[in-house]
Structure formats: C-alpha cells, structure tokens
C-alpha cells in the first residue's frame, strides 16, 4: 500500500459503490436516461471474478449506482462488452463469457430496461479457433443500413465480423499485423466514424506513453468489412498515465466516450478504503487532422468565476504563454510549448510521476474531481489523464506566471 490518503468518491465521475472497478462496458442512451456498465467486483479492492457494475445518469454529471447487471455463473465469468439496440427493441449486451477452463467466447444478454439483464439461449455466438487464447471485448456497431459489425480483440490484432440478424457472425477481416504498439496484448477495440476518417481504437496492456497500459488509436476507412490505413505508427489517445479501455455510447448524438482511469502497473495498490476505481469524464470526440477530444456537456457549459481559489472539483479554463497552475498539489506547466503534468507529490505508489506533451498555446481546460486531473490542450488535440491523491483537507489553487485568463467553475 501507499502512504496516500484514500480519496473522498469523487463528485462528477462514475464509481462503483464499493469493491473494484475497471474498464467501462456498454454506454448507452435509452430513453433519456445514461446507463454506463463497467468491469466489477464487488467483494474485493482488487481485480478477481468479473461482474458487470451499474450506473445511471440524467445529465453525465451526476451519477446513481445501480445494483449490478451480470453476475458470474456456473458458464463462467462477465468480461468486457457493448450494447447496441435494433430500433425499438430491447438492449443487446454483446460481452466476453470466461469460462473455468479459461476459454473466451463472445455471448449477448438482453434487457428492456437496463437493469435486468438475460442470457441469451443461442450463446455463446463465437468460439475461438483452436489455438488461440486472447479473444475478447467484442464492440458491436452498424455500418450505415447495411449490415452489423462486430470489432474483437485478438492477441495482438483485431478482427472484424459482420452479420445480418445479429446472432450469425462471418469473419471478413484481421488488422494489427505490422502497425501501432505492440508491447502486449491488444484489449477493449472501439470502432468510431467520425466524418471522413474512421478511427479504430486499441488498448494495449504494456508499452503506454508513460509506462505500462496505454491506448493508441488509428486512422483510416472502413467498407464494411476491412479497415485500412496507410500510417504505420503509434498515436496515443491520452498522453498521461491513466487512460485505458474507452468505449464509445450508443444512441446519441455526437461521438461520445469515456475509458477507465488507472493503469495495469500499479491498479491494485492506489489508496482505496471501500471502493477503488473511476471512470474519466465523458468526452466528444470530432476529427481535426489528429483525435479531438473535448469534455462533453454539461462540462462544457461555463459558469465560470473566479470568486475562491478553492477547489475539490471543478472546472478551470487557464489561457496565457508561460504559467504554472497548482491544483492541489498537482503542478501543470506550460513554457516554450511544452505542457508537463507533474503529480510527484501526489501520485500513486508505483505512477509516473510526470506525463509531458507539446502544446501550440491557446486555452487551457481542466477538469479536476477528487482523486482525477484531466486536461484537455490545443483545443482537444492533446490530454493528459492521471489520477492524483491530495492530503484531504489540501483544495488550495494557485497560479503564477505570464497568465491571460482564469476561469474557475466549481462543482461543490
């Protein structure tokens, strides 16, 4: 353990009611209401028999636990997933089912309200081939009026799947071989269109941008059936230390996800005293040359002021040259281009204790809660996500430096 203080539950951030919680399952919309679902377990502070957790909101502020969704049974344990709804039907719940043998196949359970969830009898769906282990965190989407699209993770590639009634699966395509990062096992595959570039997101579990896990994304097209790229490199989603795993919604509007905020290296051992784990803001996604990323509404309201330099959680806005902002004790600095996140004095045992990007200037967003600091730069182009754990009692903000702007939106 740490000598950190485990953190008050954080105030705009989805968290489970107590145990271990890590990579979201199944964003979705149904009837105006936000059902988020994550990997969960309830009895323990660390990883062990995955259920799926629960939670709602009306407005991806505030957050309500729900009881959990899927339990283990005697077919095994509930990996990673996504929902989809065909028309007015009910929520299909496509997830990785583990065995006690270990093998992985994709299954589905249906619900009509999010809550009460049912095995589907025709599961599971999809087997792996012989000889292969790592086969999970199936996404389902649909490809315009066409057909559906099923994203899985394989060992170190994706594969992609289609079908017509949601139940039969053809493979049609692998990707991976030869691109992005390969320092482990590729997880949790999103596939997102955002205009005229597709962008396929993968997480890997080792070889992040500040050690250990991390999420690299790709850009290109999709037909359907392949997805093609001709950038062979690595382009991280989040600078920072501590995001993993996003997942996209389905049923709104706007390309919107959120991912887990930690990292496999030191998970199991940030401070924690009846919960531990937190999912990032929810963030809208858009395409600029490059991944754009920007805290979604209501974040991105502005009731800004400047009225206490307190703050437990908020919202800042920091506009100027050259700058040091202390949040809490954690530094963020911006000179000569350069934006470093310096959590030294208040990072988990084992953390990178300083996450840096390149920056063009502008403004500055951060969204700050209780044990988080997400910071979003060159209008979206960058972020930095990390976990932090201040003394309790610490809420001081103090800025120095050549600043334009500063804006403070305080969520108390």
Not at 41 to 55: T, V
Not at 128 to 135: H, I, K, N
Not at 180 to 201: C, F, N, Q, R, Y
Not at 348 to 362: D, M, S, T, W
């Amino acid at each position: 353990m740490t000598g950190r203080p485990a953190p008050a539950r954080p105030r705009v951030h989805v968290t489970p009611g107590r145990g271990w919680l890590n990579d979201p399952n199944g964003p979705v919309l149904l009837d105006g209401r936000h059902h988020v679902f994550f990997q969960h377990q309830p009895d323990s502070l660390e990883w062990g028999p995955m259920h799926w957790g629960h939670a709602v909101s009306d407005d991806l502020l505030h957050w309500k636990a729900r009881p959990i969704a899927m339990k283990p049974d005697s077919d095994g344990v509930v990996y990673s997933g996504s929902i989809v709804q065909d028309g007015d039907g009910p929520l299909l719940a496509y997830y990785t089912r583990v065995s006690p043998d270990g093998v992985e196949a994709q299954c589905l359970a249906t619900s009509d309200d999010g809550d009460e969830w049912h095995r589907h009898h025709a599961s599971p769906l999809l087997v792996p081939p012989e000889g292969v282990t790592d086969f999970r965190d199936p996404k389902v989407l649909r490809y315009g009026d066409s057909h559906w699209v099923m994203v899985l993770a394989v060992g170190e590639e994706v594969w992609f799947y289609r079908s017509d009634d949601l139940l039969t699966w053809v493979f049609t395509s692998r990707f991976g071989r030869g691109y992005g990062a390969h320092d482990g096992v590729w997880e949790t595959p999103d596939l997102i269109d955002l205009g005229d570039t597709w962008v396929l997101s993968v997480s890997v579990i080792s070889g992040g941008p500040v050690g250990g896990s991390g999420t690299q994304y790709f850009a290109g097209t999709f037909d359907g059936d392949t997805f093609t790229t001709e950038d062979t490199g690595v382009h991280w989603v989040d600078l920072g230390p501590d995001f993993y795993a996003p997942q996209s919604w389905w049923g709104v509007e706007d390309s919107t996800w959120l991912g887990w905020m930690s990292n496999w290296s030191y998970a199991a051992r940030v401070p924690a005293d009846t919960w531990r784990g937190v999912l990032s803001l929810p963030r809208t996604l858009t395409w600029d040359e490059g991944l754009v990323q920007t805290p979604a509404p209501p974040f991105a309201g502005s009731r800004a002021g400047t009225d206490r330099l307190e703050l437990v959680a908020g919202r800042l806005r920091v506009e100027g040259d050259r700058y040091e902002l202390d949040v809490r004790g954690t530094r963020l600095v911006v000179a000569d281009g350069l934006l470093t996140l310096d959590r030294t004095a208040t990072g988990p045992e084992g953390g990178a204790p300083v996450a840096q990007a390149a920056v063009r200037g502008g403004a500055l967003e951060v969204v700050v809660d209780t044990c988080t600091v997400e910071v979003f730069a060159d209008g979206g182009r960058v972020a930095l996500s990390a976990l932090v754990y201040p003394d309790l009692d610490q809420h001081e903000l103090r800025i120095t430096g050549d600043v334009d702007t500063l804006e403070v939106e305080h969520y108390d």
